[in-house]
């Protein structure tokens, strides 16, 4: 029987309803660039969902793109971003944000969230430093929402970082590359009109979230950043035939289709923490969204492993690790029940 897959959420190609509007879709002529009607529809369908008439909405095509992107616009040469430890940007991205020539900032996390208490110490003590001249300047904050630990923020916490940011006139960037599975989880409060009126630019993510590739960028305030389209250009990330894009986030927002994909995953990561808890084991982390991490002895790991494909994610002293288990809009009940009969 063939090994279950458990790595990631990306692991499938598309939702089949994406697929059916690309064939239907693939002999028509349109305007590249992101200028088509397709693009056009999907803007407005993000706006309408978002609450936000006047957004600035851009279609790149992966995580790591965006981020360098988006940080790059809104920092000046002197400034770095601050992040969690535990951020991608600081882990996961290569050193994407420093080859862009700014330095990742990071700050203690509390299961993969940053705090404003956090936040707002790592300002104060730069702006009380004598020698801040001679110092990278803390010129935005980045976060993301699941965090890297499937952890999610609650609305007080995303109002107090806001308003930090906006006392101190720097932007706040929210990574929405799995927010799908925030706002398709029972226990989440902040829906993408809270994210769009607490954020400065976030973006929602479709590549692990049922599209082929994608990532929408909203400005809820337009023209934040002059000139984002060619910014987007020199940076590699402007898809000519970007119909594909705007008709991947055009079906996502079509019917609920990208929460309905979100609380999929979530219902069957549930299952699985669940039957986790009743066979005793260990969770590293509590986390309510598609992703479950869990402690494991080497043996027990090694044991797991030859039947699941799991995502390592950290060692912790010298026999225990961390593996992740994640579930994705595609997961199926028949590979979940395999699971479980496993464990």
């Known amino acids: ?47 309408t969902a978002c609450r936000t008439p006047h ?25 770095g971003v601050i992040a969690a430890e535990t951020a991608h940007i600081a882990v996961h991205e290569a050193g994407a ?13 509390e299961d993969g969230r940053l705090t404003a208490h956090a936040i707002e110490r790592c300002l104060r003590a730069y702006h009380e430093d004598a020698n801040r001249d001679h110092m990278v300047r803390p010129g935005m904050v980045y976060l993301s929402h699941p965090t890297e630990y ?19 006139r720097i932007p706040l960037f929210l990574d929405g590359a799995r927010l799908a599975y925030a706002l398709g989880c029972p226990s989440n409060e902040l829906t993408l009109p809270a994210i769009a009126h607490l954020t400065d630019v976030f973006y929602i993510g479709g590549t692990k979230c049922g599209a082929l590739f994608g990532e929408a960028v909203v400005f809820p305030r ?7 389209f ?11 035939k970007g119909r594909i894009l705007g008709i991947q986030f055009d079906t996502l927002f079509t019917g609920g289709l990208y929460e309905r994909g979100g609380a999929h995953a979530v219902a069957a990561a549930d299952r699985i ?35 699941v494909e799991m995502g390592f994610w950290e060692r912790r002293g010298t026999d225990e690790m961390v593996m992740r288990i994640a579930t994705s809009w595609a997961t199926r009940d028949e590979d979940v029940d395999r699971l479980i009969a496993l464990l």
């Open 273 to 307: 923490r669940t039957a986790l808890a009743e066979k005793g084991y260990t969770l590293a982390v509590d986390s309510p969204t598609n992703q479950i991490f869990l402690l494991l002895h080497a043996e027990a790991c090694a044991q797991l492993s030859a039947a």
């Open 230 to 240: 060619t910014i987007v250009k020199q940076n590699g990330a402007l898809l000519a």
């Open 150 to 168: 499937g952890t999610l923020y609650t609305m007080n916490e995303l109002e107090a970082i806001s308003a930090i940011c906006r006392a101190n």
């Open 1 to 47: 029987m063939a090994k279950l897959c458990f790595g990631s959420d990306y692991m499938e190609g598309a939702h089949q309803e994406i697929l059916a509007r690309l064939v239907e879709t693939n002999m028509m002529q349109t305007a590249g660039y992101g200028g088509d009607d397709f693009c056009a529809a999907a803007r407005e369908r993000i706006r």
């Open 222 to 228: 337009a023209d934040t950043v002059p000139h984002f």
């Open 97 to 109: 944000i420093e080859c862009g020539g700014h330095q990742v900032i990071t700050l203690p996390h």
């Open 55 to 79: 957004a600035e909405v851009h279609f790149l095509t992966g995580g790591t793109q965006v981020n360098r992107t988006v940080i790059t616009a809104l920092l000046r040469p002197y400034e």
